[in-house]
C-alpha cells in the first residue's frame, strides 16, 4: 500500500541558511500535518492542513512557513536556521479526521 | 494545559513476559486515543480507540481505553526481541481538525 513519502531523508545545512523539505501525503488523504521530534523527544506537532487550508497551528516557530497544494503534497519552509532546529522531521496524513500515517521523516542536522 | 503521561519511561523484559504499558491523558475536546510503535525511524500505527472498555486486538497486542478514568493500556503477551521499541501514545483533541498531543513514550527493550 502506498505511504506517506518524504524529501529529503537528510538534509545538512549550516546555520542562517534556509531548507525546504516536501510530503506527499498517502493517496486521497486530505490532511497533512508536520511534526518535529528532537533527540530523545516526542514528536511535537508544528502545523497541519486540510484541503489546502491551515487548519491547526502547534509550536512552529516564525521562521518556518509551510503550504498545502492543489496536488496535496505539502511543503515545510524553514528559514534562517539554528543549530536548535536540528531533529527528525515527520510528515503525517489522514483522511478526514482518521489515523494519521507518518511518513519515513526527514533528517535535518544544522552545523 | 493539555497532557499525556506514560509510564514507565523504560522497560527491560526476558522473551516470553507479558507487559503492560500505561497512557494517562488530560485534555480538551478528547476525541480519540492513539498507540504508535517508533523502532528507528518514523511511528508506525498500531491502535486507535475512540470508545471505553472495547478492547482492540492485533496478534500479540491489544489495548483498552476508559474515558471516565482518563488513562489506556497496551498489553503485549509472549513478548519478543523484534517488541523492542519505543511506544508512543498521543492524544487527538481539539475543534475542527485538531492535533495529537504525545507522551515521551514508554521504552522497552526484550532481552532473549
Known amino acids: 500500500a502506498a505511504g506517506v513519502i518524504q524529501s529529503p531523508r537528510h538534509l545538512i545545512k549550516e546555520k542562517r541558511e534556509t531548507a525546504t523539505l516536501k510530503c506527499y501525503p498517502i493517496?486521497?488523504?486530505?490532511?497533512v500535518y508536520w511534526y518535529q521530534q528532537g533527540p530523545g523527544q516526542d514528536p511535537q506537532f508544528l502545523i497541519s492542513?486540510?484541503?489546502?487550508?491551515?487548519?491547526d497551528k502547534g509550536s512552529i516557530p516564525d521562521r518556518f512557513s509551510a503550504q498545502q497544494f492543489s496536488d496535496y503534497h505539502s511543503e515545510l519552509n524553514m528559514s534562517s536556521l539554528e543549530l536548535g532546529d536540528s531533529a527528525l522531521y515527520f510528515c503525517?496524513?489522514?483522511?478526514?479526521?482518521?489515523?494519521?500515517?507518518f511518513g519515513p521523516g526527514t533528517r535535518l542536522l544544522v552545523l | 494545559e493539555d497532557k499525556v503521561v506514560q509510564s514507565p519511561l523504560s522497560l527491560v523484559v526476558h522473551e516470553g513476559d507479558t507487559v503492560t504499558l500505561n497512557c494517562s491523558y488530560e485534555?480538551?475536546?478528547?476525541?480519540?486515543l492513539l498507540w504508535y510503535k517508533q523502532e528507528k525511524k518514523a511511528p508506525t500505527f498500531l491502535f486507535m480507540l475512540?470508545?471505553?472498555?472495547i478492547e482492540k486486538k492485533s496478534g500479540r497486542l491489544s489495548s483498552i481505553l476508559d474515558k471516565k478514568e482518563l488513562f489506556s493500556i497496551l498489553n503485549i503477551t509472549a513478548t519478543q526481541t523484534g517488541d523492542s521499541a519505543i511506544y508512543l501514545c498521543?492524544?487527538?483533541?481539539?475543534?475542527?481538525?485538531?492535533?495529537?498531543?504525545f507522551g515521551k513514550g514508554t521504552k522497552l527493550s526484550v532481552k532473549p
Open positions: 503525517a496524513s489522514s483522511a478526514s479526521l482518521e489515523t494519521q500515517y
Open positions: 475512540t470508545s471505553s472498555g
Open positions: 493517496p486521497r488523504h486530505d490532511t
Open positions: 498521543a492524544v487527538w483533541h481539539g475543534g475542527s481538525q485538531g492535533n495529537l498531543i
Open positions: 492542513f486540510y484541503e489546502k487550508m491551515q487548519s
Open positions: 485534555v480538551t475536546n478528547f476525541r480519540s
